[in-house]
């Protein structure tokens, strides 16, 4: 055994997990928005994001100061935001999940899903709406795609009806999965209109009779996100509150197409996360009479965790680029969702390894991390149907069934 200084973080303030310094291609207004929030991060949520993940209650208590963060809605042009930032957005998704996944993705769901719902299918009254109060989270946003029956086929299997009365669109049907659905003031709903059966896009909010979201209790992943089953019983949705532009499963998609960009920065996230407690572990404990991070078989495994993230960011950080460039298609977001959690699920089990029985601890923050893997792996897509997305741009033929 040789000891050398560790290279460390190309710049004081990257992170060490970053072994390429992709912080570097943020601008410097950027930066400071992500240490800002870094900083929030480690003091706020951080400390209690095991008490969190324990009781599975969603951190609601947050909204206010993760307001002050001034980053909701960063990603979608709206209002006096012209630019969309999308690789800053996407590596904010990152910072999140990096501390607490639940705190992200309750965060995303209102910031990501939600508004880039209204943002993208709604039409110019309706963004000057909801979307300056959804960016001061004085309103929070839940997204209601997925059903009892519908998950992976949720195009074509969409059973949640809607049917035009005069001037409101009367919904039945249930949603399942709806993370922020307890408490959100608005969920956006989406519905097949029972006359020409095309699926359309609803912002149901919660004080509108018929509606109805119980919280699904006994969830092991993600346990501090808050998902419902979502009713709708002879729900009345006013007409105004019909999305403009969402006529069709492809207007749905348009949204999908962006958010899974952001899942697999979340992915990136939970990676590093896991990571830095297993690298920390390995320098300090001792086995056979030195560091187990001096044994060729842990370098191993080490190795190959950085080179997971690595990899992984650099391609998160390519389809936010082309997303910002506007040429960025189903089959990219598809690639980097299912790449990037594929490489999460050998991270996290690596890191619990590491640690040896220390890593299944909740106190070692990595069993945490590795249980929460498992729901990025299965929303917005899973593994089998983003490939089969990314199989038929590749050939020209379909293989979905
Ligand atoms: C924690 C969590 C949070 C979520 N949050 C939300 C939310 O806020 N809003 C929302 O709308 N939804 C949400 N979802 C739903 C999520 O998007 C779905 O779980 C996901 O799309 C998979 O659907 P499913 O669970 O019904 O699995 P299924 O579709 O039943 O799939 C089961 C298995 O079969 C495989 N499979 C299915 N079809 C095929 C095929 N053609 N070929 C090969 N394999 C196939 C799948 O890949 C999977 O392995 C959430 C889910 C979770 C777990």
Redesign the pocket.
């Given at each position: 055994m040789s000891e050398h200084e560790p290279l460390g973080p190309l710049s004081p303030d990257f992170l060490e997990s970053d072994f390429f310094g992709y912080q570097g291609m943020l601008d410097d207004d950027e930066i400071e928005v992500v240490l800002r929030t870094r900083r929030f991060l480690q003091d706020e949520v951080a400390p209690r994001a095991n008490e969190f993940w324990e009781k599975a209650v969603s951190p609601v208590h947050l909204m206010p100061q993760i307001a002050e963060l001034e980053i909701a809605g960063l990603g979608y042009a709206f209002d006096d935001r012209k630019a969309s930032r999308k690789l800053l957005t996407g590596w904010l998704e990152m910072e999140f999940a990096r501390v607490d996944p639940s705190t992200g993705?309750m965060f995303s769901?209102h910031s990501s899903?939600a508004m880039s719902s209204i943002s993208i299918l709604g039409s110019d009254e309706q963004r000057a709406r909801w979307l300056p109060a959804m960016r001061r989270m004085e309103t929070i946003g839940?997204?209601?795609?997925?059903e009892p029956h519908?998950?992976?086929?949720?195009a074509g299997g969409l059973e949640t009806t809607a049917r035009l009365d005069g001037d409101h669109w009367i919904l039945n049907g249930s949603?399942?999965?709806?993370?922020?659905?307890t408490f959100a003031d608005l969920t956006i709903v989406?519905a097949k209109d029972e006359a020409d059966g095309e699926v359309k896009g609803f912002v149901v909010e919660k004080e509108f009779e018929g509606f109805r979201a119980d919280k699904i209790e006994g969830?092991y992943?993600?346990r501090a996100?808050e998902?419902a089953d979502v009713h709708l019983e002879n729900c009345r949705v006013p007409v105004a509150n019909k999305l403009a532009d969402a006529n069709s499963f492809a207007d749905t998609a348009k949204v999908l197409r962006l958010t899974r960009g952001g899942v697999a920065f979340q992915a990136v996230g939970v990676m590093m996360g896991a990571y830095e407690r297993a690298v920390a572990y390995a320098r300090e404990r001792e086995q056979f009479g030195a560091p187990i991070a001096s044994f060729q078989l842990i370098s191993d495994l080490i190795a190959r965790m950085t080179a997971n993230i690595t990899a992984s960011l650099g391609m998160a950080i390519r389809v936010a680029q082309l997303q910002g460039n506007g040429i960025h298609h189903d089959e990219h977001a598809a690639l980097a969702k299912t790449f990037c959690t594929t490489r999460l699920r050998e991270v996290v089990g690596w890191a619990r390894e590491i640690m040896g029985g220390n890593g299944i601890l909740i106190e070692n923050d990595v069993i945490r991390f590795f249980a929460d893997a498992?729901?990025l792996y299965?929303?917005?897509?899973?593994?089998?149907?983003n490939n089969?997305i990314v199989g038929r741009g590749v050939t020209g033929f379909s293989?979905?069934?």
């Amino acid at each position: 055994m040789s000891e050398h200084e560790p290279l460390g973080p190309l710049s004081p303030d990257f992170l060490e997990s970053d072994f390429f310094g992709y912080q570097g291609m943020l601008d410097d207004d950027e930066i400071e928005v992500v240490l800002r929030t870094r900083r929030f991060l480690q003091d706020e949520v951080a400390p209690r994001a095991n008490e969190f993940w324990e009781k599975a209650v969603s951190p609601v208590h947050l909204m206010p100061q993760i307001a002050e963060l001034e980053i909701a809605g960063l990603g979608y042009a709206f209002d006096d935001r012209k630019a969309s930032r999308k690789l800053l957005t996407g590596w904010l998704e990152m910072e999140f999940a990096r501390v607490d996944p639940s705190t992200g993705t309750m965060f995303s769901v209102h910031s990501s899903l939600a508004m880039s719902s209204i943002s993208i299918l709604g039409s110019d009254e309706q963004r000057a709406r909801w979307l300056p109060a959804m960016r001061r989270m004085e309103t929070i946003g839940a997204f209601g795609l997925s059903e009892p029956h519908g998950g992976s086929d949720v195009a074509g299997g969409l059973e949640t009806t809607a049917r035009l009365d005069g001037d409101h669109w009367i919904l039945n049907g249930s949603k399942r999965w709806i993370g922020n659905a307890t408490f959100a003031d608005l969920t956006i709903v989406f519905a097949k209109d029972e006359a020409d059966g095309e699926v359309k896009g609803f912002v149901v909010e919660k004080e509108f009779e018929g509606f109805r979201a119980d919280k699904i209790e006994g969830k092991y992943s993600l346990r501090a996100v808050e998902n419902a089953d979502v009713h709708l019983e002879n729900c009345r949705v006013p007409v105004a509150n019909k999305l403009a532009d969402a006529n069709s499963f492809a207007d749905t998609a348009k949204v999908l197409r962006l958010t899974r960009g952001g899942v697999a920065f979340q992915a990136v996230g939970v990676m590093m996360g896991a990571y830095e407690r297993a690298v920390a572990y390995a320098r300090e404990r001792e086995q056979f009479g030195a560091p187990i991070a001096s044994f060729q078989l842990i370098s191993d495994l080490i190795a190959r965790m950085t080179a997971n993230i690595t990899a992984s960011l650099g391609m998160a950080i390519r389809v936010a680029q082309l997303q910002g460039n506007g040429i960025h298609h189903d089959e990219h977001a598809a690639l980097a969702k299912t790449f990037c959690t594929t490489r999460l699920r050998e991270v996290v089990g690596w890191a619990r390894e590491i640690m040896g029985g220390n890593g299944i601890l909740i106190e070692n923050d990595v069993i945490r991390f590795f249980a929460d893997a498992e729901a990025l792996y299965s929303y917005e897509g899973t593994a089998q149907i983003n490939n089969l997305i990314v199989g038929r741009g590749v050939t020209g033929f379909s293989a979905f069934v």
